[in-house]
């Protein structure tokens, strides 16, 4: 089945910019999705088709997505960032349609 | 303003069958551009896909959960639903539901979440 790498745990100080990656098996020919997770809370999305961004999410929110690699960039973080992120794609080459997630990514706002 | 809330027992004993139900407002579940679907999260860990369905009965099922579980829409209720049978303390886990759009196939809006317990 189809795996989607995401490191545990990004670390930046207010102001910087976070980059969180999420690695898969040539990812960069399927759509990647980002959800943000705040303690207590449901997902929300947060970045959608690699790169567009739902109405109420901030500029600061971009991603990326090419060759085994997709990446949610948050320029300018705030302590309101802090979160668990969360990337997925729908899988249906295997003949198995299905929903991958990834581990997802604490990230703190030093 | 789409939203959807599930409901359902927050305790089921091992071995029985875990229920719950999504209430979708403000947007009609038997619109076509929309799959609904399920999403777990056990206590401190990731999300998992369950399954999605669409208005029409059409249904997709993550392979490792797929034995165990069954997906149903009452579109007159606005309402689609859940049972994972056979439950073990493994199946503990907050449970949304949420939209996806067909094509597309990413999650928002999401339900605020129930968590449900397995638990003798």
């Known amino acids: 089945s189809y795996v989607l790498t995401q490191p545990p745990s990004v670390s930046v100080a207010p102001g910087q910019t976070a980059r969180i990656t999420c690695g898969g098996n040539n990812v960069g020919s399927k759509s990647v999705h980002w959800y943000q997770q705040k303690p207590g809370q449901a997902p929300v999305l947060v970045v959608y088709n690699d790169s567009d961004r739902p109405s109420g999410i901030p500029e600061r929110f971009s991603g990326s997505n090419s060759g085994n690699t997709a990446t949610l960039t948050i320029s300018r973080v705030e302590a309101g960032d802090e979160a668990d992120y969360y990337c997925q794609v729908w899988e249906n080459t295997s003949g198995h349609p299905d929903v991958v997630f990834g581990g997802g990514t604490k990230l703190t706002v030093l | 303003q789409l939203q959807l809330q599930e409901s359902g027992p927050g305790l089921v004993k091992p071995s029985e069958t875990l229920s719950l139900t999504c209430t979708v407002s403000?947007?009609?579940?038997?619109?076509?551009?929309?799959?609904w679907g399920w999403v777990r999260q056990p206590p401190g860990k990731g999300l998992e896909w369950i399954g999605k369905?669409?208005?029409?009965?059409?249904?997709y099922y993550n392979p490792s959960l797929k034995s165990r579980v069954t997906l149903s829409v009452d579109t007159s209720k606005n309402q689609f639903s859940l049972k994972l049978s056979s439950v073990t303390a493994a199946d503990t886990a907050i449970y949304y539901c949420?939209?996806?759009?067909?094509?597309?196939?990413?999650?928002?809006?999401w339900g605020q979440g129930t968590l449900v317990t397995v638990s003798s």
């Open positions: 369905i669409y208005y029409s009965g059409s249904t």
């Open positions: 949420a939209r996806l759009p067909t094509v597309t196939n990413w999650f928002d809006p």
């Open positions: 403000g947007g009609s579940i038997s619109r076509s551009s929309n799959y």
